[in-house]
């Protein structure tokens, strides 16, 4: 099949030039999901913003990111990739000067929002560019090349968070993003073929539906970390989400030609692919939630020292990435799922030992390091185990399932350990109780996350589905009815 190694009539170097500059927009839109956390202390202050609204601050991203990302899949196949792609990087780099200026807390909100559905045109439209320019072994390296930004631009984003801080001050945080996205803008035209959309009605109000489901059970899970599980403001968002997914259902059965489709989601890549990413996610940044407010409240470390402390777990996540995407192609998925929960069960539990008189170097650096080597691969099982088993028509779609997940894995995450350990971080509190209630609950649920990955990842090599040998079965997909 080695006619696949060569798109047709592109040049064969052409195809990098192509990841480079999708994976730059890609690392911007990554880092933003953690750039704001080291600076959430100088923001609050500058602002004069309370924990709510802080939290808002990291969540509005994720949840305009995470709830919009499958209409992005679906424009980009419907409106072709390079449209979707443009539209969406124009609207996150406009966004990022809004945040930049902002002179209050709603302005700054506002602007996340705005940054994330950006962020939502241009993630699914990017990787659908990917898996059509890349086939057989080179789309397996370009994908692990793809997955790795997951995890490096979040670590890298608290430490760029640390230094803007640190020095220009947090609102450079978000210009950064602005000569990047200009140029990255200008360069696509150029570098990214223009492909053909395909005629199909868009699916807006299943969109629509999903996405303010999802908006409701992130709320939720916020709320939860202020009112307890039980106040009626968490529990009423709770169940108005679960009323609305069960609508989405229902919408999705009825239209001519769904958001996603049954089939697809009910495929068990797809279904594992979304459980490694949810859990991996939530993980990694519950992770660095918890850390970056133990080393700033409770040991008193400054926003640069914190993103130093960071760098390390960024080079581990990269490293892990690279490693797993090299052992999928050799053992399989499955070992390699199994094996990356196990690390971070260590990492956290060796980080659950902190105490205010250990050295960091003794037990919040070595787990931070172990956790993050297991969560790189993490991230390469869940797309390249779904991503392969897909047929291509589908790709868009797929891609903005798993990224949903992403996104909504990370709020959940940060949500969640945040509620457990809501003693460690009231002010003035004293002692790691709190912060060693969260990390135990990571040990735990990557432990059971592995136990779960060894009967639900499908066993087996992706290789093969790589190669090409799933680009006959996309021709029966116009014959909605």
Not at 2 to 13: C, T, V
Not at 417 to 439: C, E, H
Request: aromatic residues 6%; glycine residues 16%.
């Amino acid at each position: 099949m080695s006619h696949h190694d060569m798109p047709g009539g592109r040049p064969k170097g052409g195809g990098w030039a192509v990841l480079v500059l999708l994976c730059l927009a890609q690392f911007m839109l990554i880092v933003d999901i953690t750039v704001v956390q080291v600076a959430l202390p100088s923001i609050g202050t500058d602002l004069a913003l309370g924990r709510e609204a802080l939290t808002w601050v990291v969540t509005a991203y994720t949840l305009c990111f995470g709830g919009l990302m499958v209409l992005g899949g679906r424009l980009a196949d419907v409106l072709g990739a390079r449209r979707t792609l443009l539209a969406g990087l124009g609207l996150f780099t406009a966004a990022s000067l809004v945040c930049g200026l902002a002179g209050s807390g709603t302005a700054l909100v506002a602007g996340r929002a705005l940054q994330g559905v950006g962020a939502a045109l241009l993630s699914p439209a990017a990787l659908a560019v990917i898996i059509d320019t890349f086939h057989g072994e080179r789309r397996a390296r370009a994908l692990g090349v793809w997955a790795a930004i997951g995890g490096t631009g979040a670590a890298l984003g608290v430490l760029v968070g640390g230094l803007l801080t640190a020095g220009p001050g947090w609102a450079w945080a978000f210009f950064v993003n602005v000569p990047i996205g200009l140029a990255v803008l200008a360069a696509v035209p150029a570098v990214v073929p223009a492909a053909a959309g395909r005629r199909e009605p868009v699916d807006v109000p299943g969109a629509l539906v999903v996405t303010l489901a999802t908006a409701l059970l992130i709320y939720g899970v916020v709320a939860a970390g202020d009112a307890g599980w039980a106040a009626a403001g968490t529990v009423l968002p709770l169940a108005g989400a679960v009323l609305l997914y069960v609508l989405f259902v229902v919408v999705e059965r009825s239209v001519r030609s769904p958001l996603m489709r049954a089939g697809t989601l009910a495929r068990r890549p797809v279904i594992s692919g979304t459980f490694v990413m949810l859990v991996a996610t939530g993980l990694m940044l519950g992770l660095f939630f918890l850390s970056t407010l133990y080393l700033q409240h409770e040991l008193g470390f400054s926003a640069l020292e914190t993103g130093l402390i960071f760098l390390p777990a960024a080079v581990a996540i990269t490293a892990g990435a690279q490693l797993g995407g090299r052992l999928i192609g050799r053992v399989g998925g499955r070992p390699v799922a199994v094996a990356a929960f196990v690390l971070t069960a260590a990492g956290a539990a060796l980080m659950a030992r902190v105490s205010p008189d250990a050295g960091v170097c003794t037990t919040l650096l070595p787990g931070f390091v172990l956790a993050s080597l297991g969560i790189g691969p993490a991230f390469v099982t869940a797309t390249t185990t779904t991503m392969a088993n897909i047929p291509p028509g589908e790709n868009g779609v797929a891609s903005g399932v798993i990224n949903t997940f992403h996104e909504l894995g990370g709020s959940i995450g940060v949500a969640v350990v945040s509620t457990v350990a809501a003693d460690g971080l009231a002010p003035g509190a004293a002692g790691a109780g709190g912060f060693v209630a969260g990390f135990t609950l990571c040990a735990v649920v990557a432990g059971v996350a592995g136990a779960v990955a060894l009967g639900l990842v499908p066993g087996g090599r992706p290789a093969a589905a790589f190669v090409g040998h799933g680009h006959g079965h996309g021709h029966g997909h116009g014959h909605g009815g």
